[in-house]
T-cell receptor, first 111, second 112 residues
Framework: LAKTTQPISMDSYEGQEVNITCSHN???????ITWYQQFPSQGPRFIIQ???TKVTNEVASLFIPADRKSSTLSLPRVSLSDTAVYYC????????????FGKGTHLIIQP | DSGVTQTPKHLITATGQRVTLRCSPR?????VYWYQQSLDQGLQFLIQ???????AKGNILERFSAQQFPDLHSELNLSSLELGDSALYFC???????????FGPGTRLLVL
């Protein structure tokens, strides 16, 4: 599975747009990029998944450049409740095997 | 609410004991995954079942075992428990083998 690198932590303010970038230089042709969100003592929650270009849903956007060696999760107008750990994963669409979680990015939103 | 349920929510036991954690996948999901999350290790994949058959193994200790039953619920058995087994244990399910995984709320195990 491709290894991912993302910031250990970030902080921002309510109402701002937050972008978290993930590097995955060894991404394979068949790999998808998936982001999960995890609150303390809760299971990870699927946010968004993409293969190339841009994907948008009701909570986030995912930008993937042409070389697919990185991706950026964009959270529009964050609120305090967006404070969580965000994981970037690369692999099969959902993971035929288990998902390989890195340390994730601790996002802290301040008032 | 992901639709994945796990019981119990909390479990406190002593070293050397054996416990069973239970997971019910989302309706229609055939694949079940188990993960362990401890403070110093992050989220680690343990094992996966698909339609009753073991599909993949991760960092699962020999003291741990799992199975998926005909009704697709799964159980994770932890035996000869050690202090270091204290962690959150998550179950996830997916429709098939290449689908997005949805996580349950977890079981918090404390071994004293």
């Amino acid at each position: 599975l491709a290894k991912t690198t993302q910031p250990i932590s970030m902080d921002s303010y309510e109402g701002q747009e937050v972008n978290i970038t993930c590097s995955h230089n060894n991404i394979a042709t068949n790999d998808y990029i998936t982001w999960y969100q995890q609150f303390p003592s809760q299971g990870p929650r699927f946010i968004i998944q993409g293969y190339k270009t841009k994907v948008t849903n009701e909570v986030a956007s995912l930008f993937i450049p042409a070389d697919r060696k990185s991706s950026t999760l964009s959270l529009p107008r964050v609120s305090l409740s967006d404070t969580a750990v965000y994981y970037c994963l690369v692999g099969g669409r959902g993971g035929a095997d288990g998902l390989t979680f890195g340390k994730g990015t601790h996002l802290i939103i301040q008032p | 609410d992901s639709g994945v349920t796990q019981t119990p929510k909390h479990l406190i036991t002593a070293t050397g004991q054996r416990v069973t954690l239970r997971c019910s996948p989302r309706s229609g999901d055939l694949s079940v995954y188990w993960y362990q999350q401890s403070l110093d290790q992050g989220l680690q994949f343990l094992i996966q079942y698909y339609n009753g058959e073991e599909r993949a193994k991760g960092n699962i200790l020999e003291r741990f075992s799992a199975q998926q039953f005909p009704d697709l619920h799964s159980e994770l058995n932890l035996s000869s428990l050690e202090l270091g087994d204290s962690a959150l244990y998550f179950c996830a399910s997916s429709r098939g083998l290449q689908e997005t995984q949805y996580f349950g709320p977890g079981t918090r195990l404390l071994v004293l």
